[in-house]
Nanobody
Framework: QVQLVESGGGLVQPGGSLTLSCAAS????????MGWHRQAPGKQRELVAA???????NYADSVKGRFTISGDRAKNTVYLQMNSLKPEDTAVYYC?????????????WGQGTQVTVSS
């Protein structure tokens, strides 16, 4: 059972920066991905960025060039550096861990952290 602990959300002015962290424990998968999804009020949850155990990364078009996802394998932690934040980035951000195995995939979610971009 993978457990995720998120931190780093908060209130920031437009144009500002925040860094989210997500620490995973209990990972026994050799192949996995960790990422961040977000959900704004009245909208569906959407993928923001993901990083695979291979090192590959993927970003939503809306955050390319502004957000950077990185990982520290030794700490089993993934980070999301968010720069040039916009009001439309306001959402609850959820950390996701997806483990891959022959039988299929397993998804685990963090509790969510609020990011509010407002002046």
């Amino acid at each position: 059972q993978v457990q995720l602990v998120e931190s780093g959300g908060g209130l920031v002015q437009p144009g500002g920066s925040l860094t989210l962290s997500c620490a995973a424990s209990g990972n026994t998968f050799s192949s996995y991905a960790m990422g961040w999804h977000r959900q704004a009020p009245g909208k569906q949850r959407e993928l923001v960025a993901a990083i695979w155990s291979s090192g590959s990364r993927n970003y939503a078009d809306s955050v390319k060039g502004r957000f950077t996802i990185s990982g520290d394998r030794a700490k089993n932690t993934v980070y999301l550096q968010m720069n040039s934040l916009k009001p439309e980035d306001t959402a609850v951000y959820y950390c996701n861990f997806r483990g891959y195995e022959v039988a299929g995939t397993s998804d685990y979610w963090g509790q969510g952290t609020q990011v509010t971009v407002s002046s």
